[in-house]
């Protein structure tokens, strides 16, 4: 998600300051520089968040830009966040509820052992732009494009989508599929869903 913020500094300093008074119990003064560039980070990822992820939040109901103070848009932003990270904890338990990695173990290992560590440190507050997850496994989405609870949410999304192209065939014909491919389609780090619409390609043609 592109950072697209039109406050200055003397706007968004404060928030950061107010930040680093929640984060040190009010000592405000003895963070470090990188702390506090992670704090300014944490304040244009929630102000964009208002910005530019409209769709899912506004209803119609969003307040002009110009009538929104760097605090107003901060505090907006940050509660877009933590609606997003419920969500997507939410998309994520759909999914879980079909989920089958048909034996590939990238695929396996990213969604039941990765994903919920995500959700157990993810920061919404202090640094809501660290995604803090390693996306192993590959999914049709430019995910640098994406960072904090937007890639988990653009990632899962884009497995929710190859669980349903996928379960419209027989187990045995995907998993026929695979090891068709390569015998050690277990440990490959590919998208498992290329590979069967390659097959129905050439099948088609």
């Known amino acids: ?110 969604i039941i052992k990765d994903m919920p560590e995500f959700f157990r440190r993810y920061d919404p507050r202090f640094a809501p732009h660290e995604t803090n997850l390693i996306l192993d496994y590959p999914v049709h989405k430019e995910m640098d494009r994406y960072s904090g609870v937007d890639a988990v949410w653009e990632y899962l999304s884009g497995i929710r989508q190859e669980q349903i192209f996928l379960g419209r065939f027989d187990k045995g014909y995907v998993m026929e599929t695979l090891w068709s491919h390569s015998p050690d389609y277990m440990e490959m780090i590919e998208n498992i869903a290329d590979i069967v619409r390659q097959r129905l390609f050439m099948e088609n043609n």
Not at 15 to 36: C, H, P, R
Request: charged share 25%; net charge negative.
């Open 1 to 110: 998600m592109g950072v697209t913020v039109n406050y200055g500094a003397e706007e968004l300093v404060p928030i950061v300051a107010y930040l680093a008074g929640k984060l040190t119990g009010g000592d405000s003064t003895s963070i470090t520089y990188e702390k506090a560039e992670q704090l300014m980070q944490a304040v244009l990822y929630c102000i964009s968040e208002w910005e530019n992820d409209r769709e899912p939040y506004d209803g119609g109901g969003k307040p002009a830009a110009g009538n929104v103070t760097a605090r107003q848009a901060y505090e907006l932003g940050y509660q877009r966040v933590v609606d997003k990270v419920k969500r997507a904890l939410a998309l994520y338990h759909e999914i879980l509820e079909d989920f089958d990695a048909y034996g590939n173990r990238c695929l396996q290992d990213t």
